[in-house]
């Protein structure tokens, strides 16, 4: 077995989405290695603690890399849904106008961002709106396939590439769920997941997915699922890692 690896499957079900980012790093250091496989997550309530946001961002800022804001925004604008009066259709076209810029200003967005592939996925001949087919989709009085409630983000054509490192994109897929009572669940799968970069603001970008989607169709957001191939502790240290939780947790016992 790979020395980095736990095989042993771990699955998290919380209702604070910093919870269940500290369970998912104190599994690791409970464990071999410094991988999971597969870690199954599921999400309800949507709930955060802001000691351990604050003491991640800090600790992110520190090592010079996105803050959970940043990383979270690649996969829904928050702040731009906002500031277009959460009109859907001004976001989408706000969007696709700075994308040019925001792969001028950041060469890793040379690729896209997931957002950009949400909204505007290359076929070849035109761009797709997949949200949009989806929310559509959703408003219809008519019965929906539930097949067609799905978005795709890995794009053949462009990512299977040769390069021994890829950062994009590691979120491959998305669907959604319409329940009888109302409700909307999102799935999700990564391929391969940073913790410690990436995981916070990918879940939290995927909580506001699923909410700016619940919103448009005049539902409620439920529930998130992530599923991970490979869940990997990045860039810290095992032992880095446990100072990390120790800082979040030492004036934190009050919250979840």
């Known amino acids: 077995m790979n020395k980095l690896m736990n095989s042993t499957p ?3 079900e919380d209702a604070v989405l910093s919870a269940a980012w500290c369970k998912a790093v104190q599994f690791i250091l409970d464990n071999p290695g410094i991988e999971i496989s597969p870690l199954v997550l599921t999400l309800t309530e ?23 804001r940043i990383v ?7 702040s731009l849904y906002s500031f277009c009066g959460e009109n859907r259709h001004r976001l989408y076209e706000e969007y696709n106008d700075i994308m040019p810029r ?4 950041d060469a890793r967005n040379n690729r896209g961002t997931y957002f950009e592939r949400l909204i505007a996925f290359d076929s ?10 989806i929310i559509s989709s959703l408003l219809s009085p008519s019965t929906i396939r539930r097949s067609k409630l799905q978005a795709s983000i890995f794009d053949p054509t462009k990512d ?15 669907t959604f769920h319409k329940t009888e009572n109302g409700g909307l669940i999102l799935n999700s799968f990564y391929a391969l997941q940073y913790l410690y970069q ?32 490979i ?13 990390l939780l120790e800082k979040i947790n030492s004036k934190n016992h009050h919250e979840s």
């Open 46 to 68: 949507f709930e955060e603690s802001e000691r351990a946001r604050t003491v991640l961002d800090s600790s992110l800022e520190e090592n010079q890399m996105d803050s959970i």
């Open 72 to 78: 979270s925004e690649t996969i829904f604008p928050s």
């Open 160 to 174: 299977h590439t040769n390069g021994p490192y890829q950062r994009f994109p590691c979120l491959q897929h998305v």
């Open 198 to 229: 990436r995981a916070y603001g990918n879940w939290l970008g995927l909580i506001n997915l699923g909410k700016f989607i619940a919103q448009e169709s005049n539902l409620r957001l439920d529930r998130v699922n992530c599923f991970v191939g």
């Open 231 to 243: 869940e990997k502790l990045d860039e810290l240290t095992k032992e880095q890692a446990k100072k």
């Open 10 to 12: 771990f699955m998290i």
């Open 102 to 105: 925001l792969k001028g200003i």
């Open 124 to 133: 070849g001949n035109q761009k797709i709106n997949q949200l949009e087919i």
